[in-house]
């Protein structure tokens, strides 16, 4: 039987994952489970001309990969099928942040940068911050909550 009390990471507090149906982009790919370590197969994808790869989640492999087309398929394929302003101030503020840092920002930082809340920036994206803005956004998935 699976606790449904949050993990304990470090000093953030992780939610237990979501049961998500698999993506379009992880169809025909299979993930292994070896000694409770994560193993899977990269996903490589075609953007005009470029091999594009991602992980079984659909994130990045290669921050500097990142474009606006890509940023786009991949919010169609989210259900968002346009990106309003908002969107865009988020996913922005994400990327200069991690390019200067080396780090997604904390939650404060994250609130000040974009001057939205927590639940706006929630709400905006199907997946919240973690699996849909920084997923967007080009961020490499978050070890530390997985």
């Known amino acids: 039987m699976q606790s ?4 304990v990471s470090g000093s953030a507090i992780c939610r237990p994952p979501l049961k998500r149906s698999r993506r379009l982009w992880l169809q025909n790919h299979e993930v292994l ?3 409770g370590m994560m193993d899977y197969t990269p996903i ?18 290669d921050f500097s990969e990142w474009s606006d087309e ?4 991949l919010a169609a394929e989210a259900g968002l099928l346009e990106l309003s302003g908002k969107h865009w101030q988020a996913i922005r503020f994400l990327r200069e942040f991690y390019a ?3 780090r997604a920002p904390l939650n404060s ?10 639940l706006e ?11 849909g803005a ?11 909550c997985s």
């Open 33 to 35: 489970m070896t000694g």
């Open 4 to 7: 449904i009390m949050p993990r």
């Open 44 to 61: 490589v994808r075609i953007f005009g001309q470029r091999q594009v790869v991602f992980d079984a989640e659909g994130f990045l492999h």
């Open 70 to 73: 890509i940023c786009s398929v």
């Open 134 to 144: 920084r997923r967007l956004a080009g961020l490499p998935n978050p070890t530390t």
């Open 100 to 102: 200067a840092n080396g």
């Open 109 to 118: 930082q994250l609130r000040k940068g974009t001057e939205m809340s927590l």
């Open 121 to 131: 920036l929630e709400a905006l994206f199907p997946g919240g911050i973690r699996n």
